[in-house]
């Protein structure tokens, strides 16, 4: 359950790690200065989502469009770990709170949605296929698994670089997918070859208890991850997704290992998404009284609290956020809006180097 | 008889089946609780249960391939693909071992098994959900290949490749599943390797095959406007090819245009252009013209993935040039 407090669990030898990340209490002694942007991108992805599910229901967005509501913690605190100078991200077809968690703009992001020229694809790629190479966040994957091994040929490039070609600053790669990829092979082979090659990569399952409509515990034999760290003889973590402190001090912590100590890391991250699968899927298989117990959850408002509890953070002061956020938000639909749609020749364009 | 949507005939076809033959089960992502992405398999779990029906975990290779090797050993599985672009995973399973087993085993094994699942372009999806792959497989001997483009075919030909004793890959088309038409009460087949024609003329031969074949019906309604008859053919099967339909059809033509929505490159429209560009030299009036989806991944913009595929513009164009007539 996403709720439980967060464990370490890697019982192979000499690879444990300790159980610290999760006792993030309270602000955990963090400022207001560094506590307030987590909130505010947090809330930024929480309003573009909603703006975008709006935008679905009139249909100005189609196809699939996969929302990240319930999931922010994990994105913005794992990605504040990161140096993106360096760092990579590479995550799967629910992708918007990771391009906005890497610094992408809503506007390039919303305008792609509207399959406008303006968009970080010019219109080609769509909700699943967020990119932005200079910010280092390689997309927005459709095929479930396959940014895997991709993120893992990221990492490995960091690891040459640095031996072959005398780069200092040694990055890691973040890679995100879900409790349902991790079945597929991509996964398993990629976690051997990154450990038997010493790769710098961290390895992150959103764990929210569904596949599509599929609960974690009906295909897989164990329901919780971490333990599979343990047959690639890496470190294994779990960590409470609900909470933003919690995720960035785990990620810095494995970000730690995996540049110091030349290892990847598996990374079991609980949370739970809040709407269906995509904007067509109903979500029948589970109650909303689930569904409700995770909103009193939110990370969001968990933050929020703690922040308000530490005297950092006044309602008005939040009501004040929120509002220039939607007003940012808005902006990027009507910035979606006014922008041409691509030259149908433009079809023929960016296939060959 | 009563008109019945693609999923519905479809669903009939794999009811059927399975309570004719202990045998016949079915594996695939959400095909049970969720009763299937599309919805064909709906109440099958509830009605035959586990492991009659089996909810996979997201492993395309590896329930792929074991439902290869069930087959191999007595039983008769029916693989869903949530669709054939997640099959490019579970590919070296139907290429290296479903498509060879007979042959290396010099005629020991048999692998009865159907894999299914929507094939080629839906909407708003991009390059990586919105591919036409059937050339990748009607490629490999030891595979059929077939397809339908009506309620009636797809019950039909779903129960004869359920029955048949080789793997057979069914190609369906998300857009496609909605549409209705009639599908008897009583029990009938529709024969693997045996093209249909949907609308008889004399003037040209429009071949297709699944999606595309309701879009090549309009153009011949459009041509007959401009007073020719075009004969339609859905070729349903695409491996193996009912190639005499096909001459029979342009001996009495002379003149032949191939829709087909893959790409154009060594794909199978262009396969079974060059078939009738060599068998029917000495008849045909004209080059055979082929219509394809263009040679470009799939953009999301809906403009642009329209302008994409074969329209009825394009094929009507196409026809014209074969005609000689006035575009
Ligand atoms: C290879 C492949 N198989 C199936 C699908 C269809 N599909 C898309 S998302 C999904 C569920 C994935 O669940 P999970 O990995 O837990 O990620 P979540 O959607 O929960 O973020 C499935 C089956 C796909 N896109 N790619």
Redesign the interface.
Same mark, same amino acid.
Request: charged fraction near 25%.
């Given at each position: 359950m996403a709720r439980e407090r967060t464990e370490a669990v890697n019982e192979s030898p000499g690879k444990k790690v300790s159980t610290e990340p999760n006792q993030v209490v309270g602000v955990g002694g963090y400022d207001k200065k560094f506590l307030l942007p987590l909130l505010r991108k947090m809330v930024l992805i929480r309003r573009f989502e909603e703006k975008a599910a709006q935008m679905y229901g009139v249909r100005k967005i189609g196809g699939f469009c996969h929302l990240y509501n319930g999931q922010e913690a994990v994105a913005v605190g794992s990605i504040a770990a990161l140096d993106l100078t360096t760092d990579y991200v590479l995550t799967a077809y629910r992708d918007h709170g990771h391009a906005i968690a890497c610094g992408m703009e809503p506007r390039p992001i919303m305008a792609e949605l509207f399959g406008k020229v303006t968009g970080s694809s010019r219109g080609k790629g769509g909700s699943m296929h967020m990119f932005d190479a200079e910010k280092h966040f390689l997309g927005g994957n459709g095929i479930v698994g396959a940014q895997i091994p991709m993120a893992t040929g990221v990492a490995f490039t960091q690891m040459y670089r640095r031996k072959v070609m005398g780069e200092k600053a040694g990055g890691v790669t973040l890679c995100y997918f879900g409790d349902g990829a991790i079945h597929q092979g991509a996964f398993h082979e990629s976690l051997n070859l990154a450990s038997v090659w010493k790769l710098p990569a961290i390895y992150i399952v959103e764990n929210n208890q569904f596949g599509m409509g599929t609960a974690v515990k009906r295909v897989s034999a164990v329901e919780d991850f971490a333990v599979k760290a343990t047959a690639f003889d890496m470190p294994g973590m779990t960590l409470d997704g609900m909470n933003v402190l919690a995720v960035y001090e785990g990620i810095k912590k494995a970000a730690g290992l995996a540049r110091k100590d030349e290892t990847p890391v598996l990374v079991d991250i609980k949370t739970y998404r809040y709407k269906g699968h995509s904007m067509s899927d109903p979500a029948k298989y589970r109650t909303r009284d689930e569904v409700e117990s995770y909103q009193e959850q939110d990370p969001i408002l968990i933050l929020k609290k703690l922040m308000i509890d530490a005297k950092m953070l006044s309602d008005a002061e939040y009501k004040k956020l929120d509002d220039e956020v939607k007003v940012i938000v808005q902006d990027s639909v009507d910035f979606a809006e006014s922008s041409d749609q691509p030259p149908l020749e433009s079809m023929y364009e960016d296939i060959y180097a | 008889m009563a008109e019945t949507s693609i999923r519905d005939a479809l669903n009939q076809a794999l009811d059927e089946e399975m309570a004719r033959d202990e045998r016949v089960f079915l594996l695939g992502?959400?095909v049970g609780?969720?009763n299937g /992405?599309y919805k064909v398999t709906r109440g099958l779990l509830d009605k035959y249960g586990a492991p009659r029906v089996l909810?996979?975990?997201?492993?395309?290779?590896?329930f792929t391939g074991l439902a290869v090797g069930a087959a191999t050993v007595g039983l008769r599985p029916v693989v869903e693909w949530m669709t054939f %672009?997640?099959a490019?995973?579970a590919i070296d399973q139907v290429i290296n071992n479903a498509a060879k087993l007979r042959h290396m085993s010099g005629g020991q094994l048999n692998v009865p098994i159907v894999f299914r699942g929507p094939n080629g372009p /839906?909407?708003?999806? $991009? $390059? &990586?959900?919105s591919q036409a792959l059937q050339s990748l497989f009607v490629h490999v001997p030891g595979l059929k290949v077939v397809s339908f483009s009506t309620p009636y075919d797809a019950k039909g030909i779903l129960k004869s490749a359920i029955r048949d004793d080789n793997p057979v890959v069914l190609l369906e088309s998300e857009m496609a599943y909605s549409w209705t038409g009639e599908v008897p009460e009583e029990e009938y087949l529709v024969p693997l390797g045996k093209a249909d024609i949907k609308r008889p003329g004399s003037d040209i031969t429009l071949i297709s095959y699944s999606k595309p074949v309701r879009m090549v019906l309009q153009v011949a309604d459009e041509l007959a406007k401009s007073g020719v008859d075009a004969e339609v053919i859905d070729l349903r099967s695409l491996r193996p090819l009912d190639e005499d339909a096909i001459y029979e059809s342009v001996r009495k033509t002379n003149r032949a245009v191939v829709i087909d929505e893959s790409w154009p490159v060594a794909s199978f429209g262009s396969h079974v252009a060059w078939l009738i560009s060599r068998n029917c030299f000495d008849t045909l009036d004209a080059q055979v013209e082929l219509v394809s989806s263009?040679d470009?991944?799939m953009?999301? %913009?809906?403009?642009?993935e329209l &302008?994409?595929q074969p329209t009825v513009d394009k094929v009507v164009a196409a026809a014209k040039r074969v005609l000689y007539m006035e575009q």
């Amino acid at each position: 359950m996403a709720r439980e407090r967060t464990e370490a669990v890697n019982e192979s030898p000499g690879k444990k790690v300790s159980t610290e990340p999760n006792q993030v209490v309270g602000v955990g002694g963090y400022d207001k200065k560094f506590l307030l942007p987590l909130l505010r991108k947090m809330v930024l992805i929480r309003r573009f989502e909603e703006k975008a599910a709006q935008m679905y229901g009139v249909r100005k967005i189609g196809g699939f469009c996969h929302l990240y509501n319930g999931q922010e913690a994990v994105a913005v605190g794992s990605i504040a770990a990161l140096d993106l100078t360096t760092d990579y991200v590479l995550t799967a077809y629910r992708d918007h709170g990771h391009a906005i968690a890497c610094g992408m703009e809503p506007r390039p992001i919303m305008a792609e949605l509207f399959g406008k020229v303006t968009g970080s694809s010019r219109g080609k790629g769509g909700s699943m296929h967020m990119f932005d190479a200079e910010k280092h966040f390689l997309g927005g994957n459709g095929i479930v698994g396959a940014q895997i091994p991709m993120a893992t040929g990221v990492a490995f490039t960091q690891m040459y670089r640095r031996k072959v070609m005398g780069e200092k600053a040694g990055g890691v790669t973040l890679c995100y997918f879900g409790d349902g990829a991790i079945h597929q092979g991509a996964f398993h082979e990629s976690l051997n070859l990154a450990s038997v090659w010493k790769l710098p990569a961290i390895y992150i399952v959103e764990n929210n208890q569904f596949g599509m409509g599929t609960a974690v515990k009906r295909v897989s034999a164990v329901e919780d991850f971490a333990v599979k760290a343990t047959a690639f003889d890496m470190p294994g973590m779990t960590l409470d997704g609900m909470n933003v402190l919690a995720v960035y001090e785990g990620i810095k912590k494995a970000a730690g290992l995996a540049r110091k100590d030349e290892t990847p890391v598996l990374v079991d991250i609980k949370t739970y998404r809040y709407k269906g699968h995509s904007m067509s899927d109903p979500a029948k298989y589970r109650t909303r009284d689930e569904v409700e117990s995770y909103q009193e959850q939110d990370p969001i408002l968990i933050l929020k609290k703690l922040m308000i509890d530490a005297k950092m953070l006044s309602d008005a002061e939040y009501k004040k956020l929120d509002d220039e956020v939607k007003v940012i938000v808005q902006d990027s639909v009507d910035f979606a809006e006014s922008s041409d749609q691509p030259p149908l020749e433009s079809m023929y364009e960016d296939i060959y180097a | 008889m009563a008109e019945t949507s693609i999923r519905d005939a479809l669903n009939q076809a794999l009811d059927e089946e399975m309570a004719r033959d202990e045998r016949v089960f079915l594996l695939g992502e959400e095909v049970g609780e969720y009763n299937g /992405a599309y919805k064909v398999t709906r109440g099958l779990l509830d009605k035959y249960g586990a492991p009659r029906v089996l909810d996979t975990p997201i492993a395309e290779l590896g329930f792929t391939g074991l439902a290869v090797g069930a087959a191999t050993v007595g039983l008769r599985p029916v693989v869903e693909w949530m669709t054939f %672009n997640f099959a490019l995973l579970a590919i070296d399973q139907v290429i290296n071992n479903a498509a060879k087993l007979r042959h290396m085993s010099g005629g020991q094994l048999n692998v009865p098994i159907v894999f299914r699942g929507p094939n080629g372009p /839906a909407e708003y999806l $991009s $390059s &990586q959900h919105s591919q036409a792959l059937q050339s990748l497989f009607v490629h490999v001997p030891g595979l059929k290949v077939v397809s339908f483009s009506t309620p009636y075919d797809a019950k039909g030909i779903l129960k004869s490749a359920i029955r048949d004793d080789n793997p057979v890959v069914l190609l369906e088309s998300e857009m496609a599943y909605s549409w209705t038409g009639e599908v008897p009460e009583e029990e009938y087949l529709v024969p693997l390797g045996k093209a249909d024609i949907k609308r008889p003329g004399s003037d040209i031969t429009l071949i297709s095959y699944s999606k595309p074949v309701r879009m090549v019906l309009q153009v011949a309604d459009e041509l007959a406007k401009s007073g020719v008859d075009a004969e339609v053919i859905d070729l349903r099967s695409l491996r193996p090819l009912d190639e005499d339909a096909i001459y029979e059809s342009v001996r009495k033509t002379n003149r032949a245009v191939v829709i087909d929505e893959s790409w154009p490159v060594a794909s199978f429209g262009s396969h079974v252009a060059w078939l009738i560009s060599r068998n029917c030299f000495d008849t045909l009036d004209a080059q055979v013209e082929l219509v394809s989806s263009e040679d470009v991944p799939m953009p999301y %913009n809906h403009r642009m993935e329209l &302008q994409v595929q074969p329209t009825v513009d394009k094929v009507v164009a196409a026809a014209k040039r074969v005609l000689y007539m006035e575009q």
